[in-house]
């Protein structure tokens, strides 16, 4: 039997009136019984008759963030930046994770699409990259931003920022503190950014003739744990190193973890850099010298892309990041 408005009003405790107010994106509702009647919708698989609604617009004012990102840190800002964008438009944000590698992504997917009918879709990395998923949304003219993606998506504009140019910019300045002696925490496989990153570490390396030592170029996967069995890995290899530059802030501050583990002072004895300057780059000890991702801007860039009126001009968004020295790094030439 197919589900009724009448059984979403039960469900949601709320009149049938309410119920079409929230699918008709109506004003007149709190934030409140707007994400119960959702709830329930979503609970019955109820998906609302367009016709019936005789709208004189099929926009449904709801814009749908996507992510498979371990950083909870990198998907907050990101979450941050579109939601003021939709604010500013009157539109809301639903924030939905999704296992990149799963077996039922494009199911997922369309069934967002169909159940909410949301006006576009924000691909955060590494879904940007997920070829099925970047020919769902064409099939289904879904308009979507993707951020910091691995290639150009054709006609669709793009948001990124020059990760390569940021890793060599922070490895460099390394080397002009004197380390020569510099290991590095790759990021997780599945994500673009990882192997950009470390190809401006050894671009870094290789302009300033230094032989990377294939014993502190450790795997990881952007969390803490990770950053914590790399950095032991690294430090327990013998001769070690005396700066590690991690992919990002959740495995750098993992590293500083380790190093504390083993009696090792950061930085008298290891300067330890990151990358995303997201909250725990503030708030671990000594606080973290690491690469500042505009990620609130990329969200912020992603929806408006999506929400503005005229997209006959397709645009490549390339952010600028900036270099944050704080206390976890320290120059040897003293």
Excluded at 278 to 294: E, F, G, K, N, Y
Aim: hydrophobic share 40%; glycine share 6%.
């Amino acid at each position: 039997m197919k589900t009724t408005i009448m059984d979403v009003a039960r469900l949601a405790g709320v009149s049938m009136k309410t119920v079409s107010r929230v699918m008709n994106n109506e004003p007149s509702v709190s934030d409140t019984t707007r994400e119960k009647v959702n709830s329930a919708a979503l609970e019955l698989n109820y998906t609302p008759n367009r016709a019936a609604r005789g709208l004189a617009s099929s926009k449904s004012f709801l814009i749908a963030m996507l992510y498979d990102i371990p950083s909870p840190g990198y998907t907050i800002n990101l979450q941050k930046g579109a939601t003021n964008a939709c604010r500013e438009h009157g539109y809301h944000l639903i924030v939905e994770p999704l296992d990149t590698a799963g077996e039922n992504i494009t199911k997922e997917i369309t069934g967002l699409i169909t159940r909410l009918s949301v006006d576009g879709i924000i691909l955060a990395p590494p879904l940007c990259d997920n070829a099925e998923v970047v020919r769902l949304l064409a099939k289904k003219n879904t308009p979507y931003i993707p951020i910091a993606p691995s290639a150009n998506h054709g006609d669709v504009s793009i948001v990124k920022m020059d990760d390569v140019r940021a890793a060599k910019e922070m490895t460099s300045y390394l080397i002009g503190l004197g380390h020569r002696d510099i290991g590095f925490v790759k990021g997780h496989p599945r994500h673009s950014a990882s192997a950009l990153r470390f190809q401006g570490y050894r671009e870094a390396m290789r302009a300033a003739e230094i032989t990377i030592s294939p014993d502190w170029v450790v795997d990881g996967d952007f969390t803490y744990k990770s950053g914590v069995d790399a950095g032991l890995a690294i430090l327990k290899s013998g001769k070690r190193p005396t700066a590690i530059f991690a992919c990002n802030d959740d495995s750098a501050a993992g590293v500083m973890s380790s190093a504390a583990q083993l009696g090792i002072s950061v930085p008298n004895d290891l300067s330890v850099a990151g990358f995303d300057d997201t909250t725990i780059a503030r708030s671990v000890w000594p606080p973290l010298t690491t690469i500042r991702q505009p990620v609130v801007d990329m969200g912020y860039r992603a929806a408006k892309l999506l929400l503005q009126k005229d997209e006959s001009e397709l645009s490549q968004n390339i952010l600028n990041h900036a270099l944050v020295e704080r206390a976890s790094t320290r120059s040897l030439k003293n």
